[in-house]
């Protein structure tokens, strides 16, 4: 749904038909890629997929400098669809169920030494200021040459990386304050008769 979302959206935003290159290089500009799982080899997909459903209508031109590309432009169908699509990822607060793989582990830490946790923590610490880091430049470079929403959603970004960050922080305090791993096990399972 996501990628449907956005290549309608970016063919809808435009009066001029698009082939998949550029339409690579607006995802790139727009850093699509650091809040939609959607990958540059899929758009040529996706976007065949969506000339058979209707929503785009393709058409191959022939350029005497360049290989034969095809450019795409959406149909009232796909307009359509884009609003409809919109709307749903507005208005479903239901959200999917996140799941973090790393805290299959924190359940199992006891399992490991301290040392071996500490240094673990500390390297995803380490992983994570560098990417808050990152992405604070980035919001910097985007600052007064980017739209009010794409700072928005830039911004969101940071503040979950502040909040990972913040928790892993609390989790590696506790870590250290213990004496024994064990001492923050979950109690063995007992089978009741």
């Excluded at 994570?128 to 040459?145: F, V």
């Amino acid at each position: 749904m996501i990628a449907k979302l956005i290549l309608l959206g970016i063919l809808n935003n435009t009066n001029n038909p698009l082939h998949g290159y550029e339409i690579k290089k607006i995802l790139k500009e727009w850093f699509v890629e650091e809040y939609a799982d959607i990958s540059y080899g899929s758009i040529y997909y996706n976007l065949e997929r969506m000339e058979k459903e209707g929503l785009v209508k393709g058409k191959t031109v022939k350029n005497s400098k360049r290989p034969e590309r095809k450019l795409y432009r959406i149909t009232e169908k796909g307009r359509t669809e884009f609003l409809n699509l919109l709307r749903k990822n507005y208005f479903e607060v239901e959200f999917e169920k996140i799941f973090f793989p790393f805290d299959v582990g924190v359940l199992f830490m006891p399992a490991l030494t301290k040392n071996e946790v500490i240094k673990a923590l500390n390297k995803r610490i380490h992983y994570i200021k560098n990417l808050l880091n990152e992405h604070r430049k980035i919001r910097s470079k985007m600052e007064d040459k980017e739209p009010f929403i794409a700072l928005a959603i830039m911004d969101h970004h940071i503040l979950h990386w502040k909040a990972e960050l913040k928790w892993l922080e609390s989790l590696k305090a506790k870590v250290e304050e213990s004496k024994d791993l064990k001492d923050l096990e979950t109690p063995p399972y007992e089978k009741h008769s």
